[in-house]
């Protein structure tokens, strides 16, 4: 065999420590590199290293060997097995085998720099391969410098071109750019035959650029740039897709036509490398929009209706310009533009001026925002507004009317009661023949370069009136300043004119004048005439009227003389007085020119309240100050409940007080002596067992009472006794008397005489005397007697019975008003006073007969009970009255713009006279349509009503009104003042306060 020897230099075997660990707390991390040598040897270098501290190492020897190759030495030729293939023979030297003839390799694909990466293609390797010594061969390739072969192929029958394909590659694996095949061929004997192929990779598409799209407002022009790094771009790069329709692969620019304005179209384009990649781009092109035809299809006054034509779709925005300004979307006109889309591209611009004429231009823009140019223009001229017509003159018989020229107006048109006429471009007309007193009606209307306008406001006419009648009735009625004139109304009347004092004065339609600003006591003459539109009436009869003197002064000095049951009072007398009126307790009485007024029939101990005032033709004074007095009381009743007690050398008589009296006298034996005011006398210095009788009258400013029942009773005898009675007690009804004493001693018993009947009663201490009549006297001696031996007299006592009670009071009336309740009732017989329970709280009334319950809330309720009483007792109480005082309060439940009536009355009113009536209300809830009802004009403000007696004064949410009506004192008015009518401002509830003040 033959053989390449190959010698070896060096081929020693070394050794080397290894360093292993074997304990302790440390470790260690070795690494070991190895290799193969080319003639198959192997070799190996173990490294160590400490990772943490205090191992424990063992040291092991490691052997390995080096070989080194050395040069080519010749050729052995040697029987086969007597040399090693591959190794070291004995001899030392390392043998291997010699090859045979290499085989020979071409790369049929891809071929050289070949580009690759069509759609739907795989990657294929084909070689051809041939060996001379016809030896097996092996084939494998390697991909960009991997050292593991992707595939490999046996290929047999070498000695002859053996075409041998790998497995297909795919593209997803191999990125785009450039790639190396290197491809190996062995027969195992010879050195490998290598050969290495580039190629390069395209799998991807081109790289869009933008799109260049422009438009018309039917067309569409597209053309598209790309580019592509790999394969390049193809022959025919693009291809164009505009809506549905589509281009072939082409060059050229593409043009689409016959499309819709104002329309967003979806274009594509496509473009394509040459190895069949195709990269796609799509964006909207919109069609630019056609600029529109502007006409007007409607005039008004204020309004022209624009229509613009075109072939746009409805979505269109559009700029409307009139004059210089621009149209909004609601129609109306602003200084910027502003883009709208009329619906059915109809639009009524508003807010013009009547009779002008607007140029009008309009222009488009399609949805990217590209406006056309402004269409041409076209004039709209709005109508001119009605004319407003005016009556020139009238007649009974016709009437001229007329109206100021409209501008550019070429006719006018007339409706005379309802039939039109045309008055050609003329601004008056005469519509004549007419009769007195008729009416007519017209209207106007103008035509100009926009049409007709409207019609204008009806205008009704009528022909004049004869003159009216002369007023009747003019009357008169003065005060110190003024005169107020009223007449009745004339037939066919417009207004009145009023001479005064030969001066001529127009009031209106009214049919009432004050004439102001006069001086008292001064006269004054007056006429009165109807006048209308057709003349005037004659003058009425004169009217002569004087105004009133001032009022007088108020009276002053008010005095008065008094008794039981009378007052006379006084008073000086007042400047200009020409009479008096006083108010007695509130009663309004006439009292001519005297100064003195004698009050008669009045109750004891009654109070009265006076004013006084002077009245003349001028008015009244102011009332004096009030002046309040009370009626002298009756002359004390007579003394009751007479009780005498004695001893030996004194008697003392006692009563009861006696009301309103100021002092008593007595009578003892006979003989009157003074007592005072007390209710106990002591009659001392007596003679032992002497008799005496006694009477008690009361005395007051009225006078005496008649005398007491006599009361007799004798001083004690003067007998020898150890005895006299303690806690002597009495106790005296009407039809009783009962008193008590203590015992004296324990067998102690007692005689009693009784009006002179003895009467023994044993050892009781107590002495019940019935059956007996009021006011009547008894006089009682007690002794005692101890183990059967009388006792000498040790008391004397006389005394009354009391009076009956009084009866009950029968009727208690009560009168109410807003903030007080006055309670009245009849005297009682025998009653000196009057218990009166208010709301369950006791009032004590001394004689008088009627009670004021004053400063209470209006609307609220009360209860009164009244009882009798007298020095016996009180009566039952009278049968319970609830009374409530009067509310000036009243609710409305009111509808908003819904009118309501308040009526105002006044009751038992004696005089006006410094009397106002008030009416509240909230002015944010509710308006004043009218304040007096009862005539057919609306009276809302301040100031005398005409037809009325009132004057009125008006506030936001104050209405006061004053009464100018006399009442013949002693009298009085009740009545309805007036029906105020008020509107509600809101729903809800409102309150009204009506009161007199």
């Known amino acids: 065999m033959n053989v390449w020897l190959q010698y070896y230099t060096d081929s020693n075997t070394y050794e080397n420590d290894e360093l292993v660990q074997v304990g302790g707390g440390a470790q260690y991390e070795c690494t070991t590199e190895s290799g193969v040598y080319e003639n198959g040897g192997t070799w190996s270098h173990t490294t160590c290293r400490t990772v943490w501290s205090e191992p424990i190492y063992e040291t092991r020897k490691v052997e390995y060997t080096d070989y080194y190759r050395g040069s080519y030495i010749g050729t052995v030729t040697a029987p086969a097995g007597t040399y090693p293939v591959d190794g070291q023979a004995s001899d030392g030297y390392w043998y291997v085998l010699s090859p045979g003839d290499p085989p020979a390799l071409t790369i049929l694909s891809p071929q050289p720099n070949q580009m690759l990466g069509q759609p739907g293609m795989d990657f294929l390797l084909k070689i051809s391969v041939t060996d001379p010594d016809g030896d097996t061969l092996v084939s494998r390739y390697f991909l960009d410098g991997e050292t593991v072969p992707r595939d490999s192929r046996t290929i047999s029958n070498t000695e002859t071109a053996q075409v041998v394909a790998f497995n297909a590659i795919g593209f997803d694996e191999l990125t785009d750019?450039?790639?190396?095949?290197?491809?190996?061929?062995?027969?195992?004997?010879?050195?490998?035959?290598?050969?290495?192929?580039?190629?390069?990779?395209?799998?991807?598409?081109?790289?869009?650029?933008?799109?260049?799209?422009?438009?018309?407002?039917?067309?569409?022009?597209?053309?598209?740039?790309?580019?592509?790094?790999?394969?390049?771009?193809?022959?025919?790069?693009?291809?164009?897709?505009?809506?549905?329709?589509?281009?072939?692969?082409?060059?050229?620019?593409?043009?689409?036509?016959?499309?819709?304005?104002?329309?967003?179209?979806?274009?594509?384009?496509?473009?394509?490398?040459?190895?069949?990649?195709?990269?796609?781009?799509?964006?909207?092109?919109?069609?630019?929009?056609?600029?529109?035809?502007?006409?007007?299809?409607?005039?008004?006054?204020?309004?022209?209706?624009?229509?613009?034509?075109?072939?746009?779709?409805?979505?269109?925005?559009?700029?409307?310009?009139?004059?210089?300004r621009f149209v909004s979307t609601g129609?109306?006109?602003?200084?910027?533009?502003?883009?709208?889309?009329?619906?059915?591209?109809?639009?009524?611009?508003?807010?013009?001026?009547?009779?002008?004429?607007?140029?009008?231009?309009?222009?488009?823009?399609?949805?990217?925002?590209?406006?056309?140019?402004?269409?041409?223009?076209?004039?709209?001229?709005?109508?001119?507004?009605?004319?407003?017509?005016?009556?020139?003159?009238?007649?009974?018989?016709?009437?001229?009317?007329?109206?100021?020229?409209?501008?550019?107006?070429?006719?006018?048109?007339?409706?005379?009661?309802?039939?039109?006429?045309?008055?050609?471009?003329?601004?008056?007309?005469?519509?004549?023949?007419?009769?007195?007193?008729?009416?007519?009606?017209?209207?106007?209307?103008?035509?100009?370069?926009?049409?007709?306008?409207?019609?204008?406001?009806?205008?009704?006419?009528?022909?004049?009136?004869?003159?009216?009648?002369?007023?009747?009735?003019?009357?008169?009625?003065?005060?110190?300043?003024?005169?107020?004139?009223?007449?009745?109304?004339?037939?066919?009347?417009?207004?009145?004119?009023?001479?005064?004092?030969?001066?001529?004065?127009?009031?209106?339609?009214?049919?009432?004048?004050?004439?102001?600003?006069?001086?008292?006591?001064?006269?004054?003459?007056?006429?009165?005439?109807?006048?209308?539109?057709?003349?005037?009436?004659?003058?009425?009869?004169?009217?002569?009227?004087?105004?009133?003197?001032?009022?007088?002064?108020?009276?002053?000095?008010l005095r008065a003389d008094l008794s039981i049951h009378t007052v006379t009072v006084h008073w000086a007398e007042a400047a200009r007085a020409a009479a008096y009126e006083?108010?007695?307790?509130?009663?309004?009485?006439?009292?001519?020119?005297?100064?003195?007024?004698?009050?008669?029939?009045?109750?004891?101990?009654?109070?009265?309240?006076?004013?006084?005032?002077?009245?003349?033709?001028?008015?009244?004074?102011?009332?004096?100050?009030?002046?309040?007095?009370?009626?002298?009381?009756?002359?004390?009743?007579?003394?009751?409940?007479?009780?005498?007690?004695?001893?030996?050398?004194?008697?003392?008589?006692m009563w009861y007080q006696v009301l309103h009296a100021d002092s008593y006298e007595v009578e003892i034996d006979g003989q009157i002596v003074p007592s005072g005011a007390e209710t106990r006398y002591v009659h001392s210095g007596l003679a032992e067992g002497t008799p005496h009788t006694y009477k008690v009258r009361a005395k007051n400013i009225s006078g005496y009472s008649e005398w007491s029942g006599a009361i007799a009773i004798s001083t004690l005898p003067a007998e020898q006794h150890s005895f006299s009675l303690t806690n002597m007690a009495a106790i005296v009804t009407n039809t009783t008397i009962t008193f008590s004493w203590d015992t004296v001693a324990r067998d102690a018993e007692y005689d009693i005489e009784v009006d002179g009947v003895l009467q023994n009663i044993g050892k009781e201490t107590i002495y019940y005397?019935?059956?007996?009549?009021?006011?009547?006297?008894?006089?009682?001696?007690?002794?005692?007697?101890?183990?059967?031996?009388?006792?000498?007299?040790?008391?004397?006592?006389?005394?009354?019975?009391?009076?009956?009670?009084?009866?009950?009071?029968?009727?208690?009336?009560?009168?109410?008003?807003?903030?007080?309740?006055?309670?009245?009732?009849?005297?009682?017989?025998?009653?000196?006073?009057?218990?009166?329970?208010?709301?369950?709280?006791?009032?004590?009334?001394?004689?008088?007969?009627?009670?004021?319950?004053?400063?209470?809330?209006?609307?609220?309720?009360?209860?009164?009970?009244?009882?009798?009483?007298?020095?016996?007792?009180?009566?039952?109480?009278?049968?319970?009255?609830?009374?409530?005082?009067?509310?000036?309060?009243?609710?409305?439940?009111?509808?908003?713009?819904?009118?309501?009536?308040?009526?105002?009355?006044?009751?038992?009113?004696?005089?006006?006279?410094e009397k106002m009536f008030v009416v509240t209300y909230d002015p944010d809830a509710v308006e004043i349509v009218d304040l007096y009802d009862f005539t057919p004009a609306l009276e809302t403000g301040s100031g005398s009503i005409a037809g009325s007696l009132l004057t009125v004064a008006v506030t936001p949410g104050r209405i006061e009104y004053m009464v100018s009506r006399n009442i013949v004192p002693g009298t009085s008015w009740s009545g309805e003042i007036t029906t105020i009518k008020f509107k509600a401002k809101q729903d809800g509830q409102t309150v009204l306060n009506a009161t007199m003040e």
């Open 582 to 653: 006083i108010e007695v307790d509130d009663l309004i009485v006439d009292n001519g020119t005297s100064t003195t007024y004698v009050h008669e029939g009045l109750e004891p101990l009654s109070g009265h309240t006076y004013r006084v005032r002077a009245t003349n033709a001028g008015g009244k004074s102011a009332w004096s100050a009030p002046l309040d007095v009370t009626t002298h009381p009756e002359k004390p009743a007579i003394p009751t409940n007479l009780m005498a007690t004695s001893d030996e050398t004194t008697i003392t008589i």
């Open 177 to 324: 750019g450039d790639h190396m095949l290197k491809v190996e061929v062995t027969d195992n004997e010879t050195a490998p035959v290598i050969q290495t192929v580039a190629f390069r990779v395209d799998k991807s598409p081109p790289v869009m650029g933008n799109i260049q799209a422009s438009s018309t407002e039917t067309t569409i022009s597209v053309s598209g740039t790309a580019t592509d790094s790999g394969a390049g771009m193809a022959a025919e790069p693009y291809r164009y897709t505009v809506g549905t329709m589509a281009s072939s692969w082409t060059a050229d620019t593409y043009l689409i036509p016959n499309l819709t304005p104002d329309t967003g179209y979806d274009v594509k384009v496509e473009a394509r490398d040459s190895m069949g990649h195709i990269a796609t781009k799509q964006q909207t092109v919109y069609t630019k929009a056609q600029t529109p035809a502007a006409a007007v299809f409607q005039s008004t006054e204020s309004s022209l209706g624009i229509r613009l034509t075109d072939s746009n779709p409805s979505t269109t925005s559009y700029q409307i310009k009139v004059g210089d």
């Open 331 to 557: 129609g109306s006109l602003a200084t910027t533009p502003t883009w709208i889309t009329p619906a059915n591209k109809h639009i009524l611009v508003n807010g013009l001026t009547a009779n002008t004429a607007y140029p009008i231009q309009a222009m488009a823009a399609n949805q990217e925002g590209t406006a056309t140019s402004w269409s041409g223009t076209v004039v709209g001229t709005t109508t001119a507004a009605p004319p407003t017509i005016a009556v020139s003159s009238r007649t009974q018989s016709a009437i001229t009317i007329s109206w100021p020229a409209t501008s550019g107006a070429t006719g006018y048109d007339i409706e005379v009661d309802g039939a039109v006429v045309p008055n050609g471009t003329a601004a008056s007309y005469t519509h004549s023949g007419l009769s007195p007193e008729s009416r007519h009606t017209y209207r106007v209307r103008v035509h100009n370069a926009g049409g007709g306008s409207g019609w204008s406001q009806p205008l009704t006419v009528f022909t004049l009136p004869n003159p009216p009648g002369t007023p009747a009735g003019l009357a008169g009625n003065s005060t110190q300043t003024a005169v107020t004139l009223v007449w009745e109304a004339a037939a066919k009347a417009d207004g009145y004119e009023l001479e005064v004092d030969g001066h001529t004065v127009g009031v209106g339609n009214q049919m009432t004048y004050t004439h102001s600003g006069l001086q008292p006591e001064t006269a004054h003459t007056y006429r009165v005439r109807a006048i209308n539109i057709g003349g005037a009436s004659v003058w009425s009869t004169p009217l002569a009227m004087t105004t009133l003197p001032y009022p007088p002064e108020t009276p002053g000095q």
């Open 769 to 913: 005397h019935a059956g007996l009549t009021a006011n009547e006297f008894h006089t009682y001696k007690v002794r005692v007697r101890i183990g059967g031996v009388d006792g000498g007299w040790v008391a004397i006592m006389s005394l009354s019975t009391l009076p009956n009670p009084p009866d009950a009071p029968k009727e208690l009336k009560a009168i109410a008003s807003d903030r007080l309740i006055e309670l009245r009732w009849e005297r009682v017989d025998g009653a000196s006073g009057y218990d009166l329970e208010i709301d369950g709280s006791k009032v004590g009334i001394d004689g008088g007969t009627n009670y004021v319950h004053r400063n209470l809330a209006p609307g609220t309720s009360h209860t009164y009970r009244l009882r009798a009483k007298n020095v016996t007792g009180v009566t039952a109480w009278s049968p319970a009255v609830v009374k409530s005082t009067t509310n000036p309060a009243y609710v409305v439940q009111a509808e908003r713009d819904q009118p309501f009536d308040l009526m105002l009355f006044a009751h038992n009113v004696q005089d006006f006279w």
